[in-house]
């Protein structure tokens, strides 16, 4: 246990639903992030929160939407997904942005059909 | 665009044996990460690398950085078959408030009695 908890663990979807990834730190941490890991590309950083606020969207389609409502949650918001953003998800925190250590969830694994 | 090229993407090795993971990147950066992922399972941090001719070690795993060379190496001694894994590394760098991380695509590591 890394103290980053990410639900649900599994997730299947349609293309037309709307769901809501969660993940929550117990550590204390200011800053939080989304990565994607796809079985035919390299893992990508998705979005970067700092003290509740976004830092970086490195280039993502809006069908995904992050939410940090406080330092110690992380959600993601899905709607309309696509077959290609079939993945596993991982939520990860560290104690400040730059320098630190990152604790990782242990990830959501998705399949939109 | 930052490019980050990890070799090899297979090593197989025999337990007792020395051997070393490259990490080539493109462009100036002020950090690089390593990880470590078990088979299905979550990411796990290594090292963080912040300065020319960083060098850190953990067990059997070191880790330095050149970044005249813009490159890193993961050097494993007397490889014991818990090693097995995949390991990534990262490179980031931080300009303001953007934050930005591009992973190498991974050496599979298996060690073999």
């Known amino acids: 246990e890394t103290g980053v908890t990410q639900t649900p663990r599994h997730l299947v979807m349609g293309m037309t639903n709307k769901k809501s990834l969660k993940c929550e730190q117990h550590?204390?941490?200011?800053?939080m992030y989304w990565y994607k890991q796809s079985a035919k590309k390299p893992l990508e950083l998705m979005f970067v929160?700092?003290?509740?606020?976004?830092?970086e969207n490195n280039s993502v389609p809006s069908r995904f939407s992050p939410e940090c409502p406080n330092s110690s949650h992380l959600f993601l918001h899905l709607h309309t997904l696509q077959p290609e953003d079939s993945a596993l998800y991982l939520c990860?925190?560290?104690?400040?942005?730059?320098?630190?250590?990152?604790?990782f969830g242990p990830g959501t694994r998705l399949t939109v059909t | 665009e930052l490019k980050v090229e990890q070799n090899p993407l297979f090593l197989s090795m025999q337990e007792g044996k020395n051997y070393t993971i490259y990490c080539n990147y493109s462009?100036?950066?002020?950090?690089l990460y390593w990880y470590r992922q078990d088979p299905g399972k979550s990411l796990e941090s290594l090292f963080v690398?912040?300065?020319?001719?960083a060098v850190k070690q953990e067990g059997r795993l070191m880790a330095s950085l050149d970044t005249k060379a813009r490159l890193s190496t993961l050097h494993i001694t007397a490889a014991v078959h818990d090693l097995s894994a995949t390991y990534f590394c990262?490179?980031?760098?931080?300009?303001?408030?953007?934050?930005?991380?591009?992973f190498g695509k991974g050496t599979l590591l298996t060690v073999n009695p």
């Open positions: 462009t100036t950066s002020d950090r």
């Open positions: 929160y700092n003290f509740k606020e976004q830092t």
């Open positions: 990860a925190s560290s104690q400040d942005l730059l320098d630190s250590w990152q604790y």
């Open positions: 550590l204390g941490h200011n800053a």
């Open positions: 990262a490179v980031g760098w931080s300009g303001g408030s953007n934050y930005k991380l591009t």
């Open positions: 690398l912040l300065s020319n001719g």
